[in-house]
């Protein structure tokens, strides 16, 4: 079977690593140590996928976000949250996905609201993926999410058309950078958003599980 889509983009939070938890319980105790005014896990969950600087401007209007980012930076290093230890694992089978994929031939790309810093540390304490991913973009080096720069940018180191490129998330800005770029998309359930919000955001399909990715790229989108 003919594959159609050549270059398949990934977000990690949320859709290959299954660090929601891990974020919203880092974000709650920065925010208690630090005295901020409390916010809901729900509040910080659907804020996941944006750059950081971003999603504290919507979680804290209040604030300067830079200078907001600045000082829970600082906290987070103090408190060695950078350290190996602090690297969400990946979902269950997420390795056996990302090595059938590369067996079928498909171009496997990242685009992802972490760090570079962030992302390069995640790959490298998942050693089997840090040879998976021919080109990654992350927040602070292009456009944050919903912006469809990131996008534009894997299509052209990458050299596939748009239509021929498959973006794979687990939140709605995911969806709608994807859309921004004219690049079909695809959602995973279970990540930051629920379910109901990424029907509603207009992805071709939404998957329970990472796990089943391949067998809905082998049946065809107009399948699921």
Known sequence: ????????????DGTLADSTGVIV???????????????????????IGL?????????????????????LMAHRSAQGEHAAHSVAPLYDGV??????????????????????????????????????????????????????????????????????????GDTDYDIAMAEAAGVPSLAVAGGAHPAERLHAAGALGVLDAITLLPAWLEAGPLKN
């Not at 079977?1 to 270059?7: P, T």
């Not at 750059?51 to 000082?71: K, S």
């Not at 998942?126 to 040879?131: N, T, V």
């Open 1 to 12: 079977m003919a594959r159609q889509f050549d270059l398949l983009i990934f977000d990690w």
């Open 25 to 47: 319980d880092g974000m709650q105790r920065a925010i208690r140590a630090l005295g901020l005014a409390p916010r809901s896990d729900e509040a910080i969950r659907s804020l």
């Open 51 to 71: 750059g950081f600087r971003e999603g504290l401007a919507e979680l804290y209007p209040e604030h300067d976000p830079a200078a907001l980012e600045a000082t």
């Open 95 to 168: 390795l056996e996905v990302i090595a059938t994929l590369h067996t079928r031939g498909h171009g496997l790309a990242v685009a992802t609201g972490k760090s570079r810093i962030g992302l390069d540390r995640a790959i490298a304490h998942h050693a089997p993926l840090e040879r998976a991913f021919i080109a990654t973009r992350t927040a602070d080096e292009t456009a944050t999410k919903p912006n469809p720069l990131m996008l534009f940018e894997l299509l052209e180191e990458c050299r596939v058309p748009a239509h021929r490129a498959l973006m794979i």
